[in-house]
């Protein structure tokens, strides 16, 4: 019988995490949720504990990802079939967790993104995110020969191969965003997009506000390039 894991990364959210906790084992109840909290100051770990959720915490934060890869590798050192990964502070509708893993348990695909671009009513993203979603959508796409409305969709379903091939070095660590997608498609996995619910962040926190999107964009764009240079046999799976 397949093991499926919901990943939550979380820094900070000890207001809001027992609530998506909460939420997601409505939708799947069946499911294990492993919540890593990344060397959060407030109650986070405690309350996802409390909630009933797996927790392995950074002893400081290291950035999401290796927030993420540290999911991963847990993950995948444990045996679980499937892996899920949505965000800690509420954004990602859990009511589409099933509609992720249907294509990846049938096998049709190894790898779905949940995009807020396909037809669900989304909440509207900020002007200065939207020219970032935008320019990445138009380069992602050149990149892999396919259209991909939403490359830095943080609402994901995977199977154990992408789980495996995650876990090793060539993981983008730094912005794991729309280069995760041109990695895996160097590497030959099937990634399909299906659409799904998004909600603003409550708390209005974000980190596209002030000079950061421009930093943003930098940091990814360079990002790209160091994987589109890598030796085209560390792709080899």
Known sequence: MS?????IPAYNEGV???RVIENVRCVVPDFDILVVNDGSKDNTAREAAAAGAIVVSHSFNMGY???IQTAYKF??????DFLVQIDGDGQHDPA????LMRPVVAGDTDFVVGSRFLGVESYRPSFSRRLGILFFRKLVSSLIGRTISDPTSGYQAF???V???????VFPCDYPDADMLITLNL???RIREIPVRMFANAAGKTMHSGFKPLYYMFKMCLSIVVTLLRNRQLYRR
């Open 3 to 7: 093991k499926t894991i919901v990943v």
């Open 16 to 18: 809001v995490i027992a």
């Open 65 to 67: 990802g290796v927030t």
């Open 75 to 80: 993950a995948y050192a444990k045996g679980y």
């Open 96 to 99: 589409f967790i099933p509609e």
């Open 159 to 161: 199977n154990r191969d």
């Open 163 to 169: 789980m495996r091939f995650f876990t090793t070095d």
């Open 187 to 189: 590497a030959g996995f």
